[in-house]
Every structure is written in C-alpha cells, then in structure tokens.
C-alpha cells in the first residue's frame, strides 16, 4: 500500500457548468496558499475514480474487475500523459475550432491536460495504487477482451470492496500532497465539471472535501451552453440538460451534512467580491489575501439571456425550468 499522505483541504468550486466555476478558479490561483490545476477530471468522469468506486459496491466478477481496472488505469493514465505534441495539436484544433468541422472526435481522450505537469510523481503513484487494487495478475482472457489487447487479467477478490474508499482515497490525498509540494501550496483547490453530482461519494473518498457551488440564473447558464462543444445546441434540449443536473444536486444536497457545502451566486461575486470571496475564504479556512481582488469580472455576463432569447425562446425557458429558478432563488 503506498505511503499514508498527509490531509491537505480539498477545495472543490462545482456547478452545473457555466455557472461561474471557472472564474472562481482563476480568482483563487491567484492567492499564494492556493493550487493552480487544470480540470483533471480522474475523480468524477466515468471511468474514473468515483466511478469505480461506486459500481463495484453492487457488482463484482472477475471478468468485471478486471474491465473496471483496466479502464481506471486508462483514464488515469491518458489524463496523466504529458506529451508536448499532443497538448498543442489539441490546443490548436479547438482553438481554431477544426473540431467542430469534422464529423468525429478528433483529438485523443484527455490530450490536453497533462497533469504530470502539476504531479510530478503521478505516473508513479497511479502504478502504487494499480498494485494497491490488484491482488494478483494471471495470463488470460475472456469473449470480451478488446482486439490487441495483451492477454492479461487483474483480480481481486470481492472483499476488496470494504477497502475501496481508503484506497482511492489514499491516491487522491497522494496526489493532492505532491501537487501542493511541487507548487508550494496548502490548499488544493480543483473545479471539475459536475463535482457536485458526485459530492456524496467523493465525501466518502475524501471526508475533508469542502465544496464551494456557484450558482448563476439558469436562463443565462443555458445561454451558454448553447455556444459549448460538450452541451446541447438547442433551447429546450439545453434546459432540460440543466434541469437533470441541478434535480440530482438538489438529491445529493439532502444528503450531505450542511456544514461540508457553501453556495454562492455569480451576480454577488461581480457586486460585491470582497464580501463573497470572505465567505469563501471563512468557509475553506484560507487566510485572506487582497490578491483574490485583481481579477477582472467585467466579462461576467448576468441577465444575458434577456438579450440572447426572443420571446418565444424565453417562454420555452420559463416553461421548463419554471420550478428550478423558483427553486434558486431567481426570477
């Protein structure tokens, strides 16, 4: 098992994408105790840390643990790849939008974020924790081994499910150390897409995560979607894309202790910083720092939608996401 790291607080800024997460995140990079990451994703996309967590609580056989491992060390792997002529092939394909012109996905998987770059000993602690998780190997194979695969099997018995939680915890905290190590940080601070539809499971990975969720008129959230590669282009499909993630956050909110979540909303941020960033801080236990300040929120667009929707659009708007902007307070 790989050495016990030390807690460091994990920082999480979540939303329901588009929401204001990311200027958050350029805010908090700012201050001199905080990490600069990129969104990392191996917590929560499918595949991923949360992902094998969870699915191996109901399900095991030795063919599926093995599938599991293999696409966690995939995931894992391609997301730690720090290969200097695929992150500028993917920075200028979706730069130039050549993506968008092609019809099929153009760029491999996680291509662009390199996170060796902020974990300089990732790569070795993804292979600890594939050992950690493996009680033995055996050559072999089954009717669904893919083509060109090495014929080589993970296994663990199901008793492993009870040491789950610690072990992907432990990883994580791993990761978190040397990445605030490297960046001589005290607090990791990430924003990956759609932590908060996660937030009760990765507690149990990570009971001191602390999640911090920006909340934006809904209206203007799907506006935004609207001009996104990864979302729906159409308003009525968008909305209802909203309204399923923020209908499981209001699941998962019930769930977790009251005291683990903060919410604040875009249009306070951009009125009052100082004040919403001090909630924040307090929540998150970072000293303050008049640096948090200097970031420029005059492209933080609110009441967008007004301008971006003709009536009838506004209506399909109100129809569908009536009871969610009751619900968050807006109007």
């Not at 990392?40 to 991923?48: N, Q």
């Not at 993804?126 to 060109?148: C, H, K, M, R």
């Amino acid at each position: 098992m790989p050495e016990k790291a030390k807690v460091i607080p994990l920082c999480l800024i979540g939303g329901a994408g588009r929401s204001g997460t990311t200027v958050h995140k350029r805010i908090f990079a700012r201050h001199p105790d905080c990490t600069r990451v990129p969104e990392y994703r191996f917590s929560i996309d499918p595949d991923g840390l949360v992902d094998f967590y969870l699915s191996l609580q109901t399900i095991w056989s030795p063919y599926y643990y093995d599938l599991k491992v293999k696409r966690l060390k995939r995931v894992l792997t391609s997301i730690g790849g720090n290969s200097l002529f695929l992150r500028a092939f993917t920075h200028y394909m979706r730069k130039f939008k050549v993506e968008r012109l092609l019809p099929f996905h153009a760029v491999p998987a996680y291509s662009g974020i390199g996170f060796s770059r902020c974990s300089p000993r990732y790569g070795q602690l993804v292979d600890e924790l594939i050992a950690d998780l493996v009680e033995f190997e055996y050559p072999g194979q089954w009717n669904g081994t893919s083509f060109g695969e090495r014929p080589q099997m993970y296994f663990a018995s199901p008793e492993i499910r009870k040491e789950l939680a610690a072990k992907l915890g432990q990883f994580w905290s791993a990761v978190i150390e040397d990445v605030c190590r490297y960046q001589k940080a005290s607090f990791f601070v990430e924003d990956n897409t759609w932590n908060i539809l996660w937030f009760d499971s990765i507690l149990k990975l990570m009971p001191n995560a602390r999640l911090v969720h920006v909340l934006r008129d809904p209206r203007d959230v799907v506006a935004s979607y609207l001009r996104m590669r990864w979302s729906p282009n159409e308003v009525d499909k968008a909305a209802k894309w909203f309204k399923g993630i923020m209908n499981r956050w209001f699941e998962v909110r019930k769930q977790v202790p009251k005291d683990s979540f903060l919410e604040v909303r875009l249009h306070d941020l951009v009125q009052d910083p100082r004040k919403t960033l001090g909630e924040v801080t307090d929540f998150w236990g970072i000293p303050w720092s008049d640096r948090l300040l200097e970031e420029n929120l005059g492209k933080s667009h609110t009441g967008r939608w007004k301008k971006d929707f003709d009536k009838r659009q506004q209506g399909v708007l109100n129809d569908i996401l009536g009871e969610q902007i009751e619900q968050l307070g807006y109007e």
